[in-house]
């Protein structure tokens, strides 16, 4: 190993993070404010639903879309991240969600919906790579696990901000659409400077011979990575089903239409994953990932009972749940690549490990929604929940094991 000059930008940048530590938080307000984009539109689907009129399964497409924007994303924004700087990635993703804002606040059809939701897909890509990766980076050697912790954070508190902020103002105003979005520029707005300005880190000194590739990870973290995707995957794949049809459920079974109780719903499952984040944080990497799996498994019993029952009490139990399940998943496997990933591959790290999380969350929705429309609302929710529920006990079976060979 070759030793780094005083003048490294590398070594410049730790010793900067490590004498302002406020930095990374910055940094984490540029994840926080995508992520607030991301889920603003959840409460707002049941009016525009009404106003356009669009079926459950037309609905998850439009969920979906984000998620196809955020794994083609991810296939590219790691290795450019690691290779030509947090930065020259950063901004590119934050215009593009600037665009997708002003389609949110302008949408009249569903292919402005479809875009809208395609292009913060983009942008959140973006941000759990780069800007994830960002934050770490800020944070110092001296801060790994803290770091992890707040980029983990960053992006479930904008995750739950969003409808929250959507859900009040639809409340509140009766036509809320154009305000809540221009509340989000000017976030977003502020973001762009942010990124504009902190000393990010550069571009790695390699030659000429740079070439994209499939996203991957040192042969050395492969169990690492995978270890965090078997439960970040089912948990992500949970609160992905909440958001897309959740108010959908609320509307149609439980004949709650009131938008600031979706957006709450949604609000308070990002928070719980907000809050089980800081009570495991002094755990073992295995027992956060553990408690994440059966987080998961217990939100999908609650989510068929719910169901079954048209209980919505126990359908904001499971909510709450399913956000801890996906708290957990993301904090292990955060924390595992914070500990154990080389610098230079940290932000396709980060890409892989959402990659393997956000395929599920994108497909399971979406067939789920067809076969709600298809076969009725009890079979599509329950079947989804048993399958998620056997996914997420594989996955707690497949961390326990890797433990077992490493010990």
Known sequence: MTSSSPADP???????????????????????????LSNASTPLYVRWQAEIGFSSATLTIIFSAYILGLLLTLLLAGQLSDRFGRRPVLLPGLAVAI?????????????????ARFLSGIAVGVAVSAGMAAVVDLGGAERRRQAALLASVAMVV???LGPLLAGGLALLLPRPVMPIFAIELAILASAMLIASLLPLKPGAKTGAGFRLALPAVPRLNRVHIVSGMAVFGPGITATSF?????????????????PLIAGGMACAMFLAATCVQFLFRGCSVRTILLAGAAATVLSMTGIAVAVATSSVILLIVASLLAGSGQGLGQLGGLTLIGLLVPGDRRAEANAVLNIGGYTPAGLMPIATGFVIDRAGLLVGATGFAAALALAAILGGLAVSKAAADRS
């Open 158 to 160: 904008g995750a739950g």
């Open 10 to 36: 590398a070594v410049c940048l730790n010793s900067v993070a490590a004498a302002q530590p406020w930095r990374m938080w910055a940094a984490a307000w540029i994840v926080t404010a995508v992520f607030i």
């Open 242 to 258: 909440v958001l897309s049809l959740g108010p959908s459920l609320l509307s149609r079974l439980l004949d709650v239409t009131n």
């Open 99 to 115: 665009v997708a804002c002003l389609l949110f606040a302008g949408a009249h059809s569903v292919a402005m919906l479809v875009m």
